[in-house]
């Protein structure tokens, strides 16, 4: 799934004409008529709802159905109560919404659904990969529109941030490769007004710690089965059982629906029952009804090929590394039934 979002302004219709256009390339007009959102996403990954001026897409996963979005519209007197009624729709997408020319768009929290910006043509273009920005950029500047100088190039010292392991430490993880090609804080929407003036407004505020402990679990509950829920009306589902608390409890979840739940596990070279991982231990439970457990052991794990160069240092290890073989025997399992983030896939 890729897509941009463009304001309801006379430039969108420049720059939505440079863009490259296949078959599969997909667009929601404004009320105006004009592109607001261009790209390309599978028919069970959009959900929109119209209601007079009101207009709402949800993109990505998630349980909500068109006409459960539109029973919700006309209760927003604006779109800063947007932030409400994400609360009401569990799963993990983008939502983006108009109220007449005024737009709004944000991610998810996680972060795992992020936007990007960019200045182009005067005006502040939004899209959901920010290398799709930085190709506008580069044609829209062979178009003659003006922009940041420099705009779309690659950003080396960015690109040099990449490669800190396990990652970049924030706000460096923010950063984009591509100069001048923005991240939307996580926590923060985008928006333009009827003029397309772009601003970006806090829609998360951490909770006062106010709620009484069995209250809150409660609610952590609730919140964790409507999110594996939205998941669950895949044919089959894959997620990791490890054996610790966050994998175990979203599998016995997703073990409760009808889908198929096909549970992964590296297991470690135990040579003892006490060392067998919990995971082990919980997969007879948890693979009840429909769920079958794939296990891969180190052997199975391919090692570098034969001459592969090994650093000399006091810290180099004994044996060869070994690498996950994703997109092996686990990847053929897990094509449609993952989802980007660690744990099981339920982000």
């Known amino acids: ?22 078959s599969a390339t997909r667009t929601i007009a404004h009320l105006s008529g004009r592109p607001w959102i261009v790209g390309h996403w599978r028919r069970e990954e959009l959900v929109t709802a119209r209601v007079g001026p009101r207009c709402a897409v949800l993109l990505g996963t998630t349980s909500a159905t068109s006409d459960a979005l539109a029973r919700l519209l006309p209760r927003l007197r604006g779109l800063d109560d947007l932030a409400e009624l994400r609360h009401e729709l569990p799963g993990s997408y983008f939502l983006l919404a108009c109220m007449g020319a005024e737009v709004r768009a944000q991610g998810s929290l996680s972060a ?36 940041a100088p420099r705009t779309g190039t690659v950003d080396e010292e960015a690109l040099a941030a990449r490669l800190l ?6 706000p460096l993880a923010l950063r984009t490769c591509w100069r001048a090609v923005h991240a939307v804080p996580p926590g923060h929407c ?25 209250e809150a679990a409660e609610a952590v509950r609730e919140a964790l089965s409507a999110a594996v829920h939205a998941r669950t009306h895949r044919a089959t589902l894959s997620a990791d059982l490890s054996g610790s608390l966050d994998s175990t409890s979203l599998c016995f979840l997703a073990a409760r629906d009808s889908t198929e739940l096909i549970t992964t596990a590296w297991e470690g070279p135990a040579t003892r029952p006490t060392t067998t991982p919990c995971g082990a231990r919980t997969a007879p439970t948890a693979s009840a009804g429909s769920a079958r457990r794939a296990a891969t052991s180190p052997s199975r794990i391919p090692t570098p090929p034969p001459g592969t160069p090994r650093p000399r240092s006091p810290r180099t290890p004994t044996r060869p590394a070994r690498w996950p073989p994703y997109g092996t025997r686990p990847g053929c399992c897990t094509r449609r039934g993952w989802s980007p983030g660690s744990g099981p896939g339920c982000t």
């Open 190 to 214: 985008a928006a333009h007004d009827p003029a397309g003036r772009y601003r970006e407004v806090r829609w998360w505020h951490p909770p006062e710690p106010d709620l009484p402990l069995p």
């Open 112 to 147: 795992v659904r992020r936007l990007h910006r960019t200045d182009l043509g005067g005006l502040t273009v939004l899209g959901s990969r920010p290398q799709d920005l930085a190709a506008l950029a580069h044609t829209a500047a062979a178009a003659g529109l003006p922009g």
């Open 1 to 22: 799934m890729d897509f941009l979002v463009f304001p309801d302004h006379p430039v969108t219709d420049r720059l939505a004409a440079r863009l490259p256009r296949t």
């Open 165 to 170: 392991a396990p990652g970049a430490p924030l």
